[in-house]
Structures are given as structure tokens and as C-alpha cells.
């Protein structure tokens, strides 16, 4: 079935670095791509909205310059984390729509754990 | 007042026990609704859709009531790989984005 790839699972960085996710669609093409974020205890919380060839479009409250989106093909999106500080720690997961078949589905990448220290 | 809101536990119940989660959400543009389980730093995976008339799949049922804006989760007979927390999600149409929104989560403990 449909799968969504995302990597990396696990980041430690130093206060300051920058860090790249990427998040895959593999076996369908993603026009829309989904950025959340997630603290312990507490629920996913949509970043942004990935559209594949234009500007992604953030939530209240998101920086658009530190948390930096590209979505340049159908198939990839990545979230860069620039200048990385401790209270950006969290659990990032993106998800893509796949509008292919009959009924419109989300996956769901495996997330990705950034510790920022 | 967030926009779906869960108990979030977390609910302790012992195998083969029937337990009823519940979750209400605010704006009524909502159109569709879910509930997800997620364990621990994974990403959620989707349990069922929530219907206006109510939907069973196994040992899990689902019910919505739109004039209230409630949905609920019942699962029978919990088994010990029950133990998760389950997620209330809806997704509006009015802003014609397509993204969920989700609850902060129940978190089940099903013990031996």
C-alpha cells in the first residue's frame, strides 16, 4: 500500500544548527504535504501545508523563516528547522494526501524526534 | 476552547473490559471525523471514520452525533495491545484546507 517515508527518525543537534527533514511519498504523488508537531503529552498541532510548486502555508503563530518548507517535486517535501534552539525539541510528522483512488486518504511518515540541546 | 476536545485519561481498565472514550468538538463546519491510536513517539495510525450512523469494525464501534457535535469510541473486550492512546480527529471543509485536526488524546492502560 501506500507508504509515506520520512528520515531522519531520530536528530540530536547543538543550539544553533540547522536541520533538514524529509518526508516521501512513495508510491503516489503528493500535491499536499502536511507538517505537525507534537510535544510530550500533548496533540499533533498542524504547522504548515505543503503545495507542491507554490508557498507553503503556515499556522498562526508558526515562523515561516525558522521552520522552512520546500516542496519542490510531487513525491517530497522537507522542513528545515533553522537555527535550532532547545524549545524547538519536539516530534515532528508529516502526512500526504493521496487524492488517487476512490476515496481520499492521509498517511503518515514515522516522525521524527529532534533533540535540540 | 480547543476545537476537539478528549478526556485524557488515563483510563486503567483490566482485560476484557468494555471502555467508552468521548470527544466533542467546537466548530461546526467539521465534516468528517476519525479516531487514531497512537503509541508511543510513532505516528498515528487510523482506527476508523465516524459516521452519522454509527459503525462497528470487530470489537470497536463508533458513534457521532452532529446536534451535540460528540463522537464517541467503544471497545469491547480490551485486549492487553489495546493500550494506546486513541485520538479524536475532524476535518473541516469551510477553510478548504484538507488537514485534521486532532485531540490531545485518551491514553488507555489495558492491564493483565
Known amino acids: 500500500g501506500a507508504v509515506v517515508s520520512q528520515h531522519p527518525s531520530r536528530v540530536i543537534c547543538k543550539s544553533g544548527t540547522s536541520v533538514k527533514i524529509e518526508c516521501r511519498s512513495l508510491?503516489?504523488?503528493?500535491?499536499?504535504m502536511f507538517w505537525y508537531r507534537q510535544f510530550p503529552k500533548q496533540s499533533l498541532m498542524l504547522m504548515a501545508t505543503s503545495n507542491e510548486g507554490s508557498k507553503a502555508t503556515y499556522e498562526q503563530g508558526v515562523e515561516k523563516d525558522k521552520f522552512l518548507i520546500n516542496h519542490a517535486s510531487l513525491t517530497l517535501s522537507t522542513l528545515t528547522v533553522t537555527s535550532a534552539h532547545p524549545e524547538d525539541s519536539s516530534f515532528y510528522i508529516c502526512?500526504?494526501?493521496?487524492?488517487?483512488?476512490?476515496?481520499?486518504?492521509?498517511?503518515f511518515g514515522s516522525g521524527t524526534q529532534l533533540s535540540v540541546l | 476552547r480547543k476545537e476537539v476536545e478528549q478526556d485524557p485519561g488515563p483510563f486503567n481498565v483490566p482485560e476484557g473490559a468494555t471502555v467508552a472514550f468521548n470527544c466533542t468538538y467546537s466548530n461546526s463546519a467539521s465534516q468528517s471525523f476519525f479516531w487514531y491510536r497512537q503509541d508511543c513517539r510513532k505516528e498515528p495510525k487510523l482506527l476508523m471514520s465516524?459516521?452519522?450512523s454509527g459503525n462497528e469494525d470487530g470489537r470497536f464501534t463508533a458513534q457521532l452525533n452532529r446536534a451535540s457535535q460528540y463522537i464517541s469510541l467503544l471497545i469491547r473486550d480490551s485486549k492487553l495491545s489495546d493500550s494506546a492512546t486513541y485520538l479524536c480527529v475532524v476535518r473541516r471543509q469551510d477553510t478548504g484546507r484538507r488537514a485534521l485536526t486532532f485531540g490531545s488524546g485518551t491514553r488507555l492502560q489495558v492491564q493483565p
Open positions: 502526512s500526504a494526501r493521496d487524492v488517487g483512488g476512490a476515496n481520499e486518504k492521509l498517511f
Open positions: 508510491d503516489f504523488q503528493a500535491t499536499t
Open positions: 465516524v459516521y452519522s
